[in-house]
């Protein structure tokens, strides 16, 4: 069993910057991989990115590449997504998600959920 805890959402103006975190509590971190999700009222949960167990291969969505950043610390245990140039159109609540197996950028392919941290971007 893992269990995730994100952290660091709120508001910001359009242009601004966060970072979430997601702090993971269970089984070794490092042999997962992790992604960020995120969820708009009335849309689809939808892939932001993800990053392999060890760091070396991330993953993007487009319509946040070049913005977007995800990292990892392994000996924290703690995934991160740094979020540049925020957008209204990025307002969302944020999920981590962890995943031994699988396709980085389905739902499905996920095993472990957080409970979400909500975004809000103004213009």
């Known amino acids: 069993q893992v269990q995730l805890v994100e952290s660091g959402g709120g508001l910001v103006q359009a242009g601004g910057s966060l970072r979430l975190s997601c702090a993971a509590s269970?089984?070794?971190?490092?042999?997962?991989?992790m992604g960020w999700f995120r969820q708009a009222p009335g849309k689809e949960r939808e892939f932001v990115a993800a990053?392999?167990?060890?760091?070396?291969?991330?993953y993007y969505a487009d319509s946040v590449k070049g913005r977007f950043t995800i990292s990892r610390d392994n000996a924290k245990n703690t995934v991160y997504l740094q979020m540049n140039s925020l957008k209204p159109e990025d307002t969302a609540v944020y999920f981590c998600?962890?995943?031994?197996?699988?396709?980085?950028?389905?739902?499905?392919?996920?095993?472990?959920w957080g409970q979400g941290t909500q975004v809000t971007v103004s213009s």
């Open positions: 269970g089984r070794t971190f490092s042999n997962y991989g």
């Open positions: 998600a962890a995943r031994m197996s699988g396709s980085y950028y389905s739902l499905r392919g996920y095993d472990y």
């Open positions: 990053i392999s167990g060890s760091g070396g291969s991330k």
